[in-house]
């Protein structure tokens, strides 16, 4: 999994940042940071301190569908998302059943990737039925800050949902606006015959970047391979 998640990291590239940033090599001098050298060796300019426009980072958002229809991938998907919080600090990751719960804390709580986290006592966030919409919703209206326009949203669902396709809609609606790239996990897409057309996987279909299946690291380490950002 640490191996999928470092793949996914170095496939998804942002554009270079607008701003001038400290860097080992660049474009421009930087001419406080040079004097500064030079004071420390007598008044000779050995060292050139250098400016440049790095790459920027982006964020990732994954949200994990914890309800009982999920209970046989639940687990997989928590161990990609601990590994993917492992291989950069840039990761929020977030259950629902049927209502949100944000586990970046109990992910950080557990640094040795020989322990992994359970989702087992995560109260309404696991083991219940499916809100998929409202618990979306609720993280477009309360964790807006972290959607942003280099925000990489993945959302791992059987598409379940028990509520209302309007505001499932609404969310997706907004969080596509927002974000970078909105990918759907399904785990079942790899099931013969399942019809994506049959539950409210239909009503998320036009807000997707990518809608694809992922039961192995290395489904996992593919699944932004060739992936256009909105950004």
């Excluded at 998804?12 to 474009?27: C, D, F, N, T």
């Excluded at 300019?45 to 980072?57: D, G, S």
Aim: include cysteine; charged fraction near 20%; hydrophobic fraction near 40%.
């Amino acid at each position: 999994m640490l191996a999928a998640a470092r793949a996914l990291l170095r496939t998804i590239r942002l554009g270079k940042s607008r701003r001038w940033h400290p860097a080992a090599q660049g474009r421009r001098v930087h001419f406080r940071r040079t004097l500064r050298k030079g004071l420390q060796t007598g008044g000779e300019f050995i060292h050139t301190a250098w400016l440049a426009h790095p790459h920027q980072e982006p964020r990732f958002v994954l949200v994990l569908d914890a309800s009982r229809s999920m209970a046989a991938y639940t687990e997989t998907l928590l161990q990609f998302a601990f590994a993917l919080r492992l291989s950069s600090a840039r990761v929020e990751v977030f259950s629902f059943s049927t209502h949100l719960k944000r586990l970046t804390r109990e992910l950080e709580a557990h640094p040795n990737p020989d322990d992994p986290p359970r989702l087992s006592g995560m109260a309404e966030a696991w083991g219940g039925g499916t809100r998929i919409g409202e618990s979306l919703r609720h993280l477009e209206r309360h964790y807006s800050g972290l959607v942003g326009p280099h925000t990489v949203l993945l959302i791992a669902s059987d598409g379940l949902d028990t509520g209302e396709p309007q505001v499932l809609e609404s969310a997706l609606r907004t969080l596509y606006r927002r974000s970078a790239a909105l990918i759907w996990l399904n785990p079942l897409l790899a099931l013969p015959g399942y019809n994506p057309q049959a539950n409210c996987m239909k009503t998320a279909l036009p807000y997707l970047d990518r809608f694809c299946s992922a039961h192995t690291p290395q489904e996992l380490a593919r699944l932004a391979d060739g992936l256009q950002l909105r950004c």
